[in-house]
C-alpha cells in the first residue's frame, strides 16, 4: 500500500525536489503465522538521504504519524 500527506510531500520537494524519486511511503500489510502484521519503510530514514537538514524533522513528523496509524489500526 502507498500513503501520501500531500502536504508533508510539498514541503520536502519544496525543499528538494529530487525527494520526489523517494515518495509516497510504502506500507505493507500481510499475514503471518495468522497474525496480521503491518510494517513500514521509516521516512525519517528516507528523508535523511537528502542533503536539507530541515528534512530530518520532516520525515520525523511523518515518521510519528505513521506510526500512531498504525499503532491504533492494530487495536
Do not use: F, H, W
Amino acid at each position: 500500500m502507498e500513503v501520501c500527506n500531500p502536504q508533508a510531500a510539498k514541503k520536502a520537494l519544496d525543499r528538494d525536489a529530487r525527494i520526489g524519486l523517494l515518495l509516497p511511503c510504502t506500507i505493507a500489510v500481510y499475514r503471518d503465522e495468522n497474525v496480521t502484521r503491518i510494517s513500514l519503510l521509516r521516512p525519517s530514514q528516507i528523508l535523511n538521504l537528502a542533503a536539507e537538514t530541515q528534512l530530518e524533522e520532516l520525515g520525523e513528523e511523518i515518521e510519528r504519524k505513521l506510526k500512531a496509524a498504525v499503532d491504533e489500526a492494530q487495536l
